[in-house]
C-alpha cells in the first residue's frame, strides 16, 4: 500500500509504503514538470538509500535528504500504522 504523506509548496509530493519485511520502507517523491512530465525519486528508510532518480540534480536530492531526516521517525511509524489518516495520537 502506498500512503500520501506531505505536498511541498512547489507541488512535490511524498509518499510511502507500509513497512516491509525487512524493515524498509520505499518513499516516493514525484515534482510535475512541462519537460519531462513528472520528475521523481525513491529513497529506502531508514538506511537513506536512494535510486531511480530521474531529473532531480544533487541539490534537490540534498533539499529531499533533509526532508526525510527531519520526517523519517513519522513516515516509519506511520508506515506501520496505515499511514497519516489511521496513525493513532495524529
Not at 62 to 86: D, M, P
Request: one cysteine or more.
Amino acid at each position: 500500500m502506498i500512503y500520501p504523506f506531505m505536498t511541498l509548496e512547489d507541488d512535490t509530493e511524498i509518499v510511502h509504503s507500509d513497512m516491509r519485511e525487512d524493515g524498509t520502507v520505499k518513499v516516493y517523491i514525484e515534482k510535475p514538470d512541462a519537460e519531462y512530465c513528472f520528475r521523481h525519486a525513491t529513497c529506502y528508510l531508514p538506511g537513506y538509500t536512494w535510486e531511480d532518480i530521474y531529473q532531480f540534480d544533487e541539490a534537490d536530492i540534498a533539499r529531499y535528504q533533509e526532508i526525510l531526516e527531519s520526517t523519517a521517525h513519522l513516515i516509519l511509524r506511520f508506515s506501520q500504522e496505515g499511514g497519516f489518516e489511521n496513525a493513532a495520537g495524529f
